[in-house]
């Protein structure tokens, strides 16, 4: 077979970030059941991708988070229509382990003062 | 022909596969592992650092904080795809890179190793291929991880663009219908799209087996 995955890319993947502000995140985030999501100054972010099925987004959000399915529905809802979502809240030190998470499981995911957007 | 994943009485999660589908999901795990390994240059060494971290000899320790300083930025896409940029900011994303990018490739490789090992314990021919609950979140991220490769490969940046890349195929696939001919290098990308659909296939069914 040949050896694809070690050929270089067709082309080089830029960062296809919709880099578009979301109003809503805030107003959504503060509205969450889930305490652990309003406490802190950082934020996760998870960025939209074209490989990573909407079932497998949602069971990570789930399975990480402790999110009940309908709110792990509608963040992965976000993401894809959005662009982006903020996933959590906290301290500096937890976003970057929620990153790392995210990171882990092939998510698209940063962290960021919240307000930035 | 594969079957979707089930759950067994007895509580595993099982699916069945040919020996030719088990062949080319663990060589391609096996070589999104190498790429992984060579473009970070993760090579060996790293228990050694660890180790070295570990220790009691204060220069060891000092030795092994610099080695773990140089984490390589990734250069290949689809590396950089697998370790993306944790902050939007460069300092904040160095930094961290700096400080998580070892583990984080450690766990990559661990879990693509393992599927190696599932599938290769599973035994060559049609057969059932069976995973604990632990098993099989290590199985989701590895096939995803190796989803991600062969999207890069196939130019797949945006959302829709691998059915673009599909339907390009079979255009392609009737226009060779009509002349007879075959090309090497269409037949090296059908050979991407299949694997790609197959891992989608089986990661969406292994996760409809967990609910």
């Known amino acids: 077979m040949s050896p ?8 080089r993947s830029a960062s296809a970030s919709a ?9 959504l985030a503060a509205a969450q059941d889930e305490a652990r999501a309003v406490d802190g100054p950082w934020c996760t972010v998870v960025w939209n991708d074209p490989v990573n099925l909407m079932t497998y987004v949602v069971f990570v959000f789930r399975r990480h988070f402790g999110y009940s399915r309908p709110r792990a529905e509608q963040l992965m809802r976000q993401v894809h229509e959005e662009g982006r979502a903020i996933v959590s809240r906290g301290s500096r030190e937890r976003v970057e ?21 | ?27 391609v795990a096996q070589e999104t592992a190498d790429l992984i390994r060579t473009d970070l240059g993760v090579e060996a060494g790293t228990g050694a650092i660890r180790r070295a971290a570990d220790s009691e ?4 320790r000092l030795e092994a904080e610099f080695a773990g300083r140089s984490a390589r930025e990734p250069s290949d896409s689809a590396v950089s795809r697998l370790f993306p940029a944790a902050a939007e900011d460069a300092a904040s994303a160095d930094e961290y890179r700096r400080l998580g990018q070892q583990d984080l490739a450690e766990a990559k490789l661990a879990d693509l190793h393992r ?31 190796v989803r991600i490769v062969l999207a890069d490969r196939l130019g797949v940046q945006r959302d829709g663009d691998f059915d673009t890349v599909r339907m390009m195929q079979q255009i392609g696939e009737q226009v060779e219908g009509a002349d007879g001919g075959e090309d090497e290098e269409h037949v090296g990308s059908d050979v991407v799209i299949a694997v790609y659909e197959l891992l989608s296939w089986l ?3 292994l996760l409809r087996s967990m609910d």
Not at chain 1, 19 to 27: I, R
Not at chain 2, 128 to 139: F, I, L, N
């Open chain 2, 203 to 205: 990661q969406e069914s």
């Open chain 1, 97 to 117: 382990r929620d990153v790392q998470a995210m990171h882990t499981y092939g998510l698209r995911a940063t962290f960021e003062k919240t307000g930035q957007d």
């Open chain 1, 19 to 27: 880099s578009s502000a979301s109003p809503g995140a805030v107003d």
């Open chain 2, 115 to 145: 599927v190696v090992e599932v599938l290769d314990g599973a035994g060559p021919g049609h057969g059932e291929v069976q995973v604990d609950e632990d098993d099989a979140v290590t199985m989701l991220r590895a096939l995803n991880d």
């Open chain 2, 1 to 27: 022909m594969a079957h979707a994943f089930r759950r067994r009485g007895d509580g595993l999660l099982a699916c069945r596969l040919d020996g030719e589908e088990k062949a080319i999901i663990a060589q």
């Open chain 1, 4 to 11: 694809w995955l070690t050929t270089p890319a067709m082309s």
């Open chain 2, 57 to 60: 000899d204060p220069l060891q």
